[in-house]
């Protein structure tokens, strides 16, 4: 969870993300916001997810909210987990979903998971 809390610093695992900082708050509070195209946060530490809404972007985006899940591993190992990530979006134009999951977010997400894992040592 600890990586996820860091939120303003997403461009430390999301492949192709040149900048990330904050704008708002204190990073990992909700209601905090950051600058890459324009998240903003909610963060149940207790439930152990993070849902976070584009409110601004450059890819077509008129509604875009996105939850990541952090689920025990048990049986796996010590200390092990599982993330699941979702998200809700309108259509976007000139975009099939499979295509819009394929393109931007399977290569993405692949990056993001092998840099999180290289962190660890893993």
């Known amino acids: 969870m600890a990586t996820l809390h860091d939120f303003f610093n997403l461009h430390r695992w999301l492949p192709g993300l040149p900048d990330c ?6 990073n990992a509070v909700s209601g905090c ?3 890459c195209a324009g998240f903003s946060i909610y963060i149940d530490l207790i439930g152990r997810n993070l849902s976070y809404d584009m409110v601004d972007n450059s890819i077509g ?3 875009f909210l996105s939850t990541v899940r952090v689920i025990p591993s ?3 190992g010590e200390g092990g987990c599982k993330l699941k990530w979702s998200f809700a979006v309108d259509p976007v134009e000139g975009w099939a979903l499979e295509d819009l999951v394929r ?3 399977e290569a993405g997400l692949q990056g993001m998971a092998k840099k999180m894992e290289d962190s660890f040592g893993n």
Do not use: D, K, L, P
């Open 74 to 76: 048990y049986g796996e």
């Open 21 to 26: 900082h904050g704008m708002h708050g204190e």
């Open 33 to 35: 916001v950051r600058y």
């Open 61 to 63: 985006f008129t509604s």
């Open 103 to 105: 393109v931007v977010y």
